[in-house]
């Protein structure tokens, strides 16, 4: 009897590791390149170049205001000498207090809540949203059980290209928004 019990269990354990493995064996895998598709949709480029064109003007005005604080603390060491101690004692109030200004200015324009980071999720959050919307439409529709991201810094030693489905992604998403034609695409690195 105990030899029965133990040739059942071996069987039964043979049995569910191939059921796993037919299992395993059924899962899609797919992968997408989305710096790619994001390459290839205008509103995005144009987007960037907006937070690129908004980022250097804040940059200017920060770097020109702590120019002047600059120019007052040299100012302030040139005449410190021959001032009073109240007005030493004012000017440098001052020189702290327009530091402090730049460095609120800076928190407001590029902090983690700043004006950047705000006008970043207003132009390129939905855009992202619409490509992944995209790319769960197409693994579902075709049975994908995953989809992997080669630009998002995941290592993938071998990719067969029949499995990329970027392209897909990119027409799936021309059809609610602007997106270069497949045949102007131009893949690099590949």
Same mark, same amino acid.
């Given at each position: 009897?105990?030899?029965?019990? &133990?040739?059942? +269990?071996?069987?039964?354990?043979?049995?569910?590791?191939?059921?796993?493995?037919?299992?395993?064996?059924a899962?899609?895998?797919?992968?997408?390149?989305?710096?790619?598709?994001?390459?290839?949709?205008?509103?995005? +480029?144009?987007?960037?170049d907006?937070?690129?064109?908004? +980022?250097?003007?804040?940059?200017?005005?920060?770097?020109?205001?702590? +120019?002047?604080?600059?120019?007052l603390?040299?100012?302030?060491?040139?005449?410190?000498?021959?001032?009073?101690?109240?007005?030493?004692?004012?000017?440098?109030?001052? %020189?702290?207090?327009?530091?402090?200004?730049?460095?609120?200015? /800076?928190?407001?324009? =590029?902090?983690?809540?700043?004006?950047? =980071?705000?006008?970043? /999720?207003?132009?390129? /959050?939905? %855009? &992202?949203?619409?490509?992944?919307?995209?790319?769960?439409?197409?693994?579902?529709?075709?049975?994908?059980a !995953?989809?992997?991201?080669?630009?998002?810094?995941?290592?993938?030693?071998?990719?067969?290209?029949? !499995?990329? %489905?970027?392209?897909?992604?990119?027409?799936?998403?021309?059809?609610?928004?602007?997106?270069?034609?497949?045949?102007?695409?131009?893949?690099?690195?590949?």
């Open positions: 009897m105990k030899h029965l019990t &133990q040739i059942l +269990s071996a069987s039964l354990l043979t049995i569910i590791i191939m059921l796993s493995a037919n299992i395993m064996q899962q899609k895998y797919a992968y997408v390149d989305t710096e790619y598709i994001l390459k290839n949709i205008p509103e995005y +480029s144009d987007a960037q907006e937070l690129d064109d908004m +980022s250097k003007r804040w940059q200017k005005e920060i770097e020109t205001n702590y +120019s002047q604080v600059e120019e603390y040299k100012n302030y060491q040139a005449e410190a000498i021959l001032l009073p101690d109240e007005i030493k004692k004012k000017r440098e109030d001052e %020189i702290i207090n327009k530091e402090q200004e730049v460095k609120e200015l /800076q928190r407001k324009y =590029f902090g983690p809540e700043g004006e950047l =980071f705000k006008k970043r /999720q207003e132009l390129i /959050q939905p %855009i &992202q949203e619409k490509v992944y919307n995209a790319i769960e439409n197409i693994a579902l529709t075709r049975n994908f !995953f989809v992997f991201d080669k630009a998002g810094g995941m290592t993938m030693l071998y990719g067969n290209p029949k !499995f990329d %489905i970027s392209d897909d992604v990119l027409d799936e998403v021309g059809s609610v928004m602007q997106t270069v034609k497949r045949e102007e695409r131009n893949k690099t690195g590949e």
